[in-house]
């Protein structure tokens, strides 16, 4: 059973910054598109970053310049370091691991808790 593991989540003020982490099987992490998504009460799941193999990324517009996606392939790891958050930051963050000829393999974690408070 394929395992993503996200952790990093938490409660900051507007302005903060914090780091997610999510780690996979070297067999996922190796042949995927690494992702974050996120899920605002009463929204739909939205895209944040994606970083290819190759790490090429790809952000929203709401997060350009202040998120980052990054991976580390020895550590089969994505992070996504959080700057200058903002209240309309806070979500449920998940973690996406997807690749396959028509990206049909596609597998998420469980989630974790961003929340910036004023």
């Known amino acids: 059973q394929v395992q993503l593991v996200e952790s990093g989540g938490g409660s900051v003020q507007p302005g903060g910054s914090l780091r997610l982490s999510c780690t996979t099987s070297?067999?996922?992490?190796?042949?995927?598109?690494m992702g974050w998504y996120r899920q605002a009460p009463g929204k739909r799941r939205e895209l944040v970053a994606t970083?290819?193999?190759?790490?090429?990324?790809n952000y929203a517009d709401s997060v350009k310049g202040r998120f980052t996606i990054s991976r580390d392939n020895a550590k089969n790891t994505v992070y996504l370091q959080m700057n200058s958050l903002k209240p309309e930051d806070t979500a449920v963050y998940y973690c996406?691991?997807?690749?396959?000829?028509?990206?049909?393999?596609?597998?998420w974690g469980q989630g974790t808790q961003v929340t910036v408070y004023s």
């Open positions: 070297g067999s996922i992490f190796n042949r995927s598109t």
């Open positions: 996406n691991a997807n690749f396959g000829l028509v990206s049909e393999y596609d597998y």
């Open positions: 970083i290819t193999k190759a790490s090429t990324t």
